[in-house]
């Protein structure tokens, strides 16, 4: 796959796309062949694969931290469902299908987090007051 770059686009986005497909394209066939008494579990679970490539292009475009969160809630979500579907009670993945979908979608976990890092930091020099992000009352917390 190549990465087509434009000045809209950021390449730290990109990158991590390209990472969390590769995920997708992993899990998803393991997906489709469950068990029709787990269709809406699975049908839940398959919407919710491709709700975070759109968040991180949003994120990419406006450049806010806030966006990158709502992303990573995303991938929380999806490692608790992993979860489930590994459960000894359901069983639509195996142990060892579920350790390796956790590895997959832990590369562009970390990849977000250093964008949060480094996006965070811009916002800060760009304040200019060298103050804390933090609101109002949460000093110290």
């Known amino acids: 796959m ?3 770059r434009t000045d809209t686009l950021s390449s730290d986005a990109l990158a991590i796309v390209e990472k969390y497909e590769a995920f997708v394209r ?36 406006s450049r806010q931290v806030s966006r990158l969160h ?15 579907l590994a459960a000894d009670t359901i069983r639509i993945i195996t142990p060892h299908q579920h350790r390796t979908a956790l590895a997959l979608l832990a590369e562009p976990g970390r990849m977000l987090g250093a964008w949060q890092k480094k996006l965070g930091r ?13 609101p109002e009352g949460q000093v110290g917390k």
């Open 2 to 4: 190549t990465i087509v």
């Open 70 to 84: 709502a992303v990573d809630a995303e991938f929380a979500t999806l490692r608790s469902y992993l979860r489930f």
């Open 26 to 61: 992993y899990l998803y066939p393991i997906l489709r062949c469950s068990p029709r008494r787990h269709s809406v579990l699975r049908d839940t679970v398959l919407e919710m694969l491709f709700t975070p490539i759109g968040g991180l292009y949003h994120a990419a475009r």
């Open 122 to 134: 811009n916002v800060a020099v760009g304040n200019g007051s060298g103050a804390s992000l933090r």
